[in-house]
């Protein structure tokens, strides 16, 4: 089974972006649709948008619209997430998830402070 | 789609049961194949992980004493024998593979009294 790497723990600025990386250990994403979701301290989970790597098709969630691209590298072994416009609500805890297969990455804190 | 559960917080004394409950603004139709239902659980400091996925499916290694039932607009989650291990965070999940889109509830908080 696929295993899912993300990238450390990031420290942003208001209004600035952040990009999260999710590595496929032992495989690539292929045939795979892989997620972003995310949870802020305390809070439920959200999610954000995914990719469908067979036809390369991207879906965004509403409340994420204009503020997130998610991207992936030719051989869909890489995964990206790039969310602008970082206000202090962001901080959070963001994983990228196989849905299908119930397998998700380790997490990436970001953190948005002035 | 909006996912409603009840209780958000379900306090349950080891041993005994425990429901949780899934309300769906959108029906989900039996034997549709581009839409699907699960229940996650995620423990204290670890990751989400599925319990039950196309309604009432069990996931690999996942106890018996969890079932998922339910139909159209309302689902359940039930624990027939509350354990230890079974404290934290339970989310339903309705998704459609085309176009690609998933929401979650906004989750059950489950402790022992």
């Known amino acids: 089974q696929v295993q899912l790497v993300q990238s450390g723990p990031d420290v942003k600025t208001p209004g600035s972006s952040v990009k999260v990386s999710c590595r496929a250990s032992g495989g690539t994403f292929r045939t795979y649709t892989i997620s972003w979701v995310r949870q802020a301290p305390g809070q439920g989970l959200e999610w954000m948008g995914g990719v469908d790597s067979v036809s390369g098709s991207k879906t965004y969630a509403e409340a994420f619209q204009g503020r997130v691209i998610i991207s992936a590298d030719d051989s869909f072994t890489t995964v990206y997430m790039q969310l602008s416009g970082l206000r202090s609500d962001d901080s959070a805890m963001y994983y990228c998830v196989l849905i299908a297969a119930d397998s998700w990455g380790q997490g990436t804190l970001v953190s948005v402070s002035s | 789609v909006v996912l409603t559960q009840s209780p958000l917080f379900l306090p349950v004394t080891l041993g005994q049961p425990a429901s949780i409950t899934c309300r769906s603004s959108?029906?989900?139709?039996?034997?549709?194949?581009?839409?699907?239902f699960n229940w996650f659980q995620q423990r204290p400091g670890h990751s989400p992980r599925r319990l039950i996925y196309q309604v009432s499916t069990r996931d690999y290694g996942v106890p018996d004493r969890f079932s998922g039932s339910g139909s159209g607009t309302d689902f359940t989650l039930t624990i027939s024998r509350v354990e230890a291990e079974d404290v934290g965070l339970y989310y339903c999940?309705?998704?459609?593979?085309?176009?690609?889109?998933?929401?979650f509830g906004q989750g059950t908080k489950l402790e022992i009294k």
């Open positions: 999940m309705q998704g459609t593979h085309w176009p690609l889109f998933h929401t």
């Open positions: 959108q029906s989900l139709a039996h034997n549709d194949v581009n839409n699907y």
